[in-house]
């Protein structure tokens, strides 16, 4: 499957985005999909994670109660909500699909190319 992400921009502190993450090349069928970002300088680390029912999401402590995952299968697309956005959530999100829900990125195969999210004012 391939994955395109988009969806970034620039904010300003407080303000809200809303992430997508489109499968083309076939359906996410039982994938369960994650969304990671990498921020200059540093590691890629864990955002969220939704199941392939959209039925179990699990996310990041920094993020939890500010993003929000939802998905629908039929327009094989997944979507990441953020709000309450802070400078520090600055960095590209990139989604990938994986067998399980984790928060590991090694447990993940196909990644999308990235969209770049900036908070700033």
């Known amino acids: 499957v391939q994955l395109q992400a988009s969806g970034g921009g620039l904010v300003q502190p407080g303000g809200s985005l809303r992430l997508s993450c489109a499968a083309s090349?076939?359906?996410?069928?039982?994938?369960?999909l994650g969304w990671f970002r990498q921020a200059p300088g540093k590691e890629r680390e864990f955002v969220a994670a939704?199941?392939?029912?959209?039925?179990?999401?699990y996310y990041a402590d920094s993020v939890k109660g500010r993003f929000t995952l939802s998905r629908d299968n039929a327009r094989n697309t997944v979507y990441l909500q953020m709000n309450s956005l802070k400078p520090e959530d600055t960095a590209v999100y990139y989604c990938?699909?994986?067998?399980?829900?984790?928060?590991?990125?090694?447990?993940?195969?196909?990644w999308g190319q990235g969209t770049l999210v900036t908070v700033s004012s």
């Open positions: 090349g076939r359906t996410f069928g039982r994938d369960a």
């Open positions: 990938a699909t994986s067998d399980v829900i984790s928060s590991l990125d090694t447990d993940f195969g196909s």
């Open positions: 939704i199941s392939w029912s959209g039925g179990y999401t």
